[in-house]
Nanobody
Framework: QVRLVESGGGLVQAGGSLRLSCAAS????????MGWYRQAPGKQRELVGR???????RYADSVKGRCTISRDNAKNTVYLQMNSLKPEDTAVYYC?????????WGQGTQVTVSP
């Protein structure tokens, strides 16, 4: 059973950067695709981007050019580097497989971007 723990969120001003981490107990080396998701207040959870086991990435249009996903299978960790943050990036950020598995949702990490 994989357990995912997100960290690295916080309060940042618009234009700032954050690096989120997703640590997986149980290992991610055999998981083909990992994704980062976010859920803003009053909105549905959405896919921010994903990375395959081979390192191929794809991003939502809303974050393209501002976010980079990477993974370190040896450390069982997936990262989300976010730059040029905007207030509309404010949300709880989660990692999961892509497509997501219900049992793998963690607590997420809150990102708040002030104007």
């Amino acid at each position: 059973q994989v357990r995912l723990v997100e960290s690295g969120g916080g309060l940042v001003q618009a234009g700032g950067s954050l690096r989120l981490s997703c640590a997986a107990s149980g290992g991610i080396s055999r998981i083909n695709t990992m994704g980062w998701y976010r859920q803003a207040p009053g909105k549905q959870r959405e896919l921010v981007g994903r990375i395959t086991i081979g390192g191929s990435t794809r991003y939502a249009d809303s974050v393209k050019g501002r976010c980079t996903i990477s993974r370190d299978n040896a450390k069982n960790t997936v990262y989300l580097q976010m730059n040029s943050l905007k207030p509309e990036d404010t949300a709880v950020y989660y990692c999961n497989t892509e497509p997501p598995l219900h049992a793998y949702w963690g607590q997420g990490t809150q990102v708040t971007v002030s104007p």
